[in-house]
């Protein structure tokens, strides 16, 4: 069934798939395609079962099909949905967001994190009336044209008035203000590094204090791109964990669990800017998925989903690292144990995180080779338990395997590293 819906989709689908929807870079037996999914577990249109540790590339983070995050939305489905203008669901949101992070003052709405990230740039430059923004290199803040990754199809104007950091380097950090001088608008922060391919980094105290006080010190905003790691690593914005507060907090993924709703947040600073700008969408104020995100928020606030997250998800790093050892592996495994990243020492080719990323798909693990993975309240610890026992049995697939070559369609990096 995979197989064949591929070969219909590459007849009317351009490269059979887009975007990171594609699996072609995933090891080999990747499903494309999926029939369904419920609480932590998702199903392939062949019928096999996956604990799925991807949890939609963020959004699940109470378990698909969350019974009461999905009554509010057909409650209000049935209602009216995207009607002639908002619900009271926009003011009931915007209230339980502001409450629930400290740094924000008002909330504003749209579909997708990248409307949020490319919100966010538009008000850094209409509260300064100023250009440049600084990012850190490889973060990832959305496929508009001014931060897709990859450049097809993009201007060398539509990157323009960007300067590139090191994340969590200071210096790089300082030096990339001095050469914004005059027009700095603002410095986009990752929460934590969470880039592809490398290993994840919590950001240093020094760092988020640093881009604070630079922003303070030329009246630039501070944006915190919180649309991955939100509601992860904290119930309020994650850099409130190193004590910093930035103007504006980009926010998607999680915080409807899975229906379709974005968000900006930020502080009186910026208010008058952020109100000033023209920014809509058909679908932005559509009021089932506001409904979604009460319910979210409520179970956000009034649950321990965050410790449970963070015990699953060490429960899980300890027992990875216990079973790479008994077959002479060491792991790198890397960020909030909620979040993991798990790549193998010694594997400069990536072959030996394919090899077993395959082998775990096969006894119904989907894990992700080089992408930051989400653990989701509704796994329980004998997943958990389960999944340490497929890896051991996958680790001894990678050392019978003796000698691998580098995996071939990741050349395209290796060329470029
Ligand atoms: C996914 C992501 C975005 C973009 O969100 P979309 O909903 O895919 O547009 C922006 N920033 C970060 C950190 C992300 O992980």
Known sequence: MDRALRERAQAVIPNGMYGHQS???LPDDYPQFFAKAEGAYLWDVDGNRYID?????????????????????????????????????????????????????????????TDATT?????????????????????????APW?????????????????????????????????????????FASPIKHDTFVDQELPS?????????????????????????GLRLARDCSWSLVGVKPDLSTWGKSIANGHAISAMLGSNVCRQAAGTIFVTGSYWFAAAPMAAAVATMGLVRDTDYLERTVALGERLRRGLDEAAQRHGFSLRQTGPAQTPLIMFDDDAGYSKGYLWNNAMLKRGVYFHPWHNMFMCAAMTEADIDNTIDR???????????????????????????
Not at 161 to 183: K, T
Not at 393 to 415: I, N
């Open 23 to 25: 699996v072609a870079i």
């Open 53 to 113: 540790f991807m949890c939609g590339y963020g959004p699940n983070l109470f378990g698909y099909g969350h019974e009461a995050i999905n009554k509010a939305y057909v409650d209000q489905l049935q209602r009216g949905d995207a009607m002639t203008g908002p619900g009271p669901a926009i003011v009931e949101l915007a209230e339980a967001m502001t409450a629930q992070v400290s740094h924000a003052d008002w909330a504003m709405f749209c579909k997708n994190g």
């Open 119 to 143: 919100m966010a740039l538009m008000t850094a430059r209409n509260h300064t009336r100023r250009n440049t923004i600084i990012r850190a290199k490889g973060a990832y803040h959305g496929s």
């Open 147 to 187: 931060c897709t990754p990859n450049p097809h199809g993009t201007t060398p104007g539509d990157h323009a008035h960007q300067i590139f950091c090191e994340y969590n380097d200071v210096e790089s950090l300082e030096a990339a203000v001095r050469e914004a001088g005059a027009d700095l608008a603002g410095i």
């Open 205 to 229: 105290p020094e760092y988020a204090r640093r881009a604070r006080e630079l922003c303070d010190e030329h009246g630039a905003l501070l944006i915190v791109d919180d649309v991955r790691a």
């Open 391 to 417: 890896a051991d049995d996958a680790f001894a697939v990678v050392k019978a395997s003796g000698p691998l070559e580098p995996v071939a369609k990741l050349a395209w990096r290796r060329r470029a590293a």
